[in-house]
């Protein structure tokens, strides 16, 4: 995926939306057992009345301090993210290009700031989301969870990697997504892993495997249906967590010692992803991941077979992994040109040669940002969100009955913002 300065990680001017047309390739295509303390407060009395009872708070006091809490976490989520901002820019330099895409990007967060309002101030300050969860001890090994309303029996997961072209990725990200899937009765987990230079493509694969892993082995403490787990990634998590899942697969393959099974993922969703390094390099560097930047990212040339999924999946040595993988289904805009929709084509193609079970779905006039940021905000009924929620309650009647009934998704932001913002967009 191509330099982002966005939540969706593309970089480059687009074609303005247009209304989406589907076209289906319609071949079917160690875990940490227990939650980390610091994220679960221990109760601890605070005095009482002699008989081992608790005293009690006040009320006002209680929301005090939460307030306080939100508000020292609002504070430094928002450092974070202006830091990964100004590293992204230390990155690439500054000439006439980025400051030129740096305006365009101010324009266009303008124009959409009706939306990302309402939705920073749920990130913040909705009981649905636990932030920050601990999921390993490496460096941003955190993941925020989206719950529904009501929890009344074990709901189906979504395990979520954001993009970021592998500089400024961040679980936030995903929010939107998140708040509008656990409307519907899914459980979205947001995975936050090590950005580059922090980490390299490695350190990030393991970091998402983990992450994965704590899901599939925690996730019935949440109220999620451990037997209903499917795994998701948008851009660079779209790469990323395809290689998470192809090389977990070789594993298991060879009879390795691991902490989580394919066999728990039901289905994988890539959305906007390249899973072709080799063929990307050059594509990047024209748009302003530049070579040398890229390379060290994937630790050298050396290294990008080794971390291209569709190279992989077509290796003789990775034969005994293919039936072991999940459903594979691919999404991409064809007016995506922060990474190409051929990336999901030959991807697909590749998949399907070695016998897996793969599905591609095309979205004409769709754009890098199209399918995640500004068709989400535009609400009301929409192909993406609509094929995610219809296959993760497939066989559920009652959750299928409840979709059926369920309001349209709300409208976040004017349309004329909308269609200016596409306009004036640099991804």
Not at 85 to 105: E, H, N, P, T
Not at 136 to 158: A, E, F, T
Not at 403 to 426: F, H, N, T, Y
Request: positive net charge; aromatic residues 10%.
């Amino acid at each position: 995926m191509a330099i982002p300065t966005s939540p969706a990680g593309g970089f480059f001017p687009v074609e303005p939306t247009t209304a989406s047309t589907t076209l289906r390739s319609t071949d079917a295509v160690d875990s940490l057992r227990s939650r980390t303390a610091s994220t679960i407060p221990a109760r601890r009395r605070t005095g009482g009345d002699g008989g081992g009872r608790p005293a009690k708070r006040s009320p006002s006091l209680c929301r005090s301090q939460s307030l306080g809490r939100d508000i020292g976490h609002a504070a430094s989520e928002t450092y974070l993210i202006t830091r990964l901002a100004f590293k992204l820019l230390r990155y690439l330099g500054v000439g006439r290009r980025w400051i030129s895409r740096l305006l365009a990007l101010g324009l266009y967060a303008m124009l959409l700031m009706p939306g990302f309002l309402q939705v920073l101030y749920q990130y913040f300050f909705s009981s649905q989301i636990r932030r920050s969860v601990v999921y390993g001890d490496q460096p941003r090994n955190r993941l925020d969870l989206y719950l529904p309303k009501k929890i009344d029996s074990p709901k189906p997961v979504i395990i979520f990697v954001t993009g970021g072209a592998w500089i400024i990725g961040y679980k936030g990200w995903g929010s939107l997504l998140g708040f509008q899937l656990a409307e519907r009765e899914i459980i979205v987990t947001c995975l936050d892993y090590r950005n580059f230079p922090q980490g390299t493509i490695s350190d990030m694969v393991d970091d998402v495997s983990r992450g994965i892993s704590f899901v599939c082995n925690n996730i019935a403490d949440y109220g999620g249906d451990p037997n209903r787990i499917y795994l998701m990634g948008q851009s660079a998590g779209a790469h990323i967590s395809s290689c998470a899942l192809l090389k977990q697969a070789i594993k298991e393959s060879k009879g390795e010692s691991t902490s989580w099974s394919v066999s728990q993922i039901k289905a994988y969703f890539g959305l906007s992803g390249g899973y072709n390094l080799t063929n990307l390099v050059d594509h990047f560097d024209r748009r302003g991941l530049y070579r040398s930047i890229f390379l060290s990212i994937m630790e050298g040339d050396e290294s990008l077979q080794q971390f291209s999924p569709e190279i992989l999946i077509e290796d003789p040595s990775a034969k005994n992994a293919v039936p072991l993988l999940p459903h594979i289904v691919l999404f991409h805009g064809t007016a995506d040109f922060s990474i190409p929709p051929d990336a999901s084509i030959t991807f697909i193609d590749s998949l399907k040669r070695v016998g897996a079970r793969a599905e591609l779905i095309l979205y004409d006039g769709k754009t890098h940002t199209d399918l995640f940021i500004q068709d989400a905000l535009r609400g009301g009924k929409e192909e993406l969100f609509d094929y995610i929620v219809d296959y993760l309650h497939s066989g559920d009647t009652e959750a299928l009955a409840n979709d059926a009934m369920a309001p349209p998704r709300k409208r976040l932001c004017p349309e004329p913002l909308l269609k200016l913002a596409g306009l004036v967009s640099p991804f």
